[in-house]
């Protein structure tokens, strides 16, 4: 098992990040073969997820629509250092998230990419990734 955590700098206030480079450099680093990778976000107003990373309107779109469902200044929340959605959209999205590893290689789709979403910057951050297997 390996564990590394790694620094980021988020430039907006509602971002998506795409970490996925830096994981599978670690992977490759790492010499395991068969296994999984968990990425994971130790902060209670960001998320990990898996997207699409070859159209950034993706990334857009799904920003967009957190924020129609969850929009930054309602009347009725009650938290009191005013950043309530970005609470509600990392627990919606998820701190974590595992990606099966074989013959070295992370098993994501064609398409697909890591991102580490911030909901409550610009602030530095960090990310965990743990790779267990063989």
């Known amino acids: 098992m390996i564990t590394q955590e790694f ?4 430039t907006s ?8 480079t830096e994981v599978a ?7 395991i073969r068969d296994g999984t990778v968990t ?11 898996i997207n ?8 857009h779109d799904v920003l967009m629509q957190l924020d129609k469902m969850v ?10 250092e005013d950043n309530s959605a970005a609470h509600v ?7 974590s998230e595992t990606i099966p590893l074989s013959a070295g290689e992370m098993t994501l789709g064609v398409w697909q990419g890591i991102y580490f979403c911030e909901f409550d910057g610009p602030r530095g951050r960090r990310f ?6 063989r």
Request: net charge negative.
């Open 52 to 59: 699409e990373n070859a159209d950034p309107d993706v990334i």
């Open 7 to 10: 620094s980021i700098s988020t």
């Open 39 to 49: 990425v994971y976000t130790p902060h209670t107003t960001s998320a990990i997820t």
């Open 25 to 31: 450099r670690m992977v490759a680093d790492s010499g």
């Open 89 to 95: 959209k990392s627990s919606m999205i998820g701190a």
């Open 13 to 20: 206030h509602d971002a998506m990040v795409d970490i996925t």
């Open 128 to 133: 965990i990734v743990n790779i267990t297997g």
């Open 71 to 80: 929009p930054w200044h309602q009347p009725f929340y009650d938290h009191c």
